[in-house]
């Protein structure tokens, strides 16, 4: 059974680090493309990041450029969200998800969602 | 970057038809697939529809997708309501380097 377990969230004041995870199973991890998409509570989806299968890849949103890293390690089936200078408009729920076809790129769908891990950013 | 735009809301009745629209700013919605997800209140969104017409697996064949290169949009259209289609609605595409989700459609069904 493919499941994606997002871990990492809390509260952390402006400015403040978090890194959040995202536990993989039941699928090859190593040939999939991955994002993560955050969601603010009662809004839209909000893409944040991608990384190729391979991690020679990533992709952000502009709100996100130079304050976040997307990284993996296929060793050990994680997908990880390095969160540094955060502030406010941060405070979301964040969801990893993978991509529908081994090898593809940016350009390929979303199959698989996983939970969501609450970041809060407040003082 | 481009935008998709949906309507805020639409509401039907069940065993009804409707049709929620996602339309392209700019660049062709023919040029980069559209993907469809659903999210039900509480819960992580789940996958509709890929590469514009493609059911996701599991997804029952009331609903359906498509594009329509004058209007430059998608639609996904549900057949037969139920109520537990009630649901927001989300559409998604890219670029060369974005990704970029449509507002979202709370779909009511009463």
């Known amino acids: 059974q493919v499941q994606l377990v997002e871990s990492g969230g809390g509260v952390v004041q402006p400015g403040g680090s978090l890194r959040l995870s995202c536990a993989a199973s039941?699928?090859?991890?190593?040939?999939?493309?991955m994002h993560w998409v955050r969601q603010a509570p009662g809004k839209g989806l909000e893409w944040v990041a991608f990384?190729?299968?391979?991690?020679?890849?990533?992709y952000y949103a502009d709100s996100v450029k130079g304050r976040f890293t997307i990284s993996r390690d296929n060793s050990k089936n994680t997908l990880y969200l390095q969160m540094n200078s955060l502030r406010a408009e941060d405070t979301t729920i964040y969801y990893c998800?993978?991509?529908?076809?081994?090898?593809?790129?940016?350009?390929?769908?979303?199959?698989?969602w996983g939970q969501g891990t609450m970041v809060t950013v407040s003082s | 970057n481009f935008m998709l735009t949906q309507p805020h809301s639409v509401s039907e009745s069940p065993g009804k038809t409707v049709t929620i629209s996602c339309t392209r700013s700019s660049g062709s919605i023919a040029g980069n697939y559209v993907q469809w997800y659903q999210q039900r209140p509480g819960s992580s969104p789940t996958t509709v529809m890929y590469?514009?017409?493609?059911?996701f697996s599991g997804v029952p064949d009331r609903f359906s997708g498509s594009i329509d290169t004058s209007s430059n949009s998608a639609s996904l259209t549900i057949s037969g309501l139920k109520t537990e289609d009630e649901a927001d609605y989300y559409c998604?595409?890219?670029?060369?380097?974005?990704?970029?989700f449509g507002g979202g459609t709370k779909l009511t069904v009463l």
């Open positions: 998604q595409s890219y670029d060369s380097s974005n990704v970029v």
């Open positions: 990384i190729r299968y391979d991690g020679s890849n990533k």
């Open positions: 998800a993978k991509v529908l076809r081994e090898y593809s790129a940016l350009r390929g769908a979303f199959d698989i």
């Open positions: 590469e514009d017409n493609q059911r």
């Open positions: 039941g699928f090859t991890f190593s040939t999939y493309g």
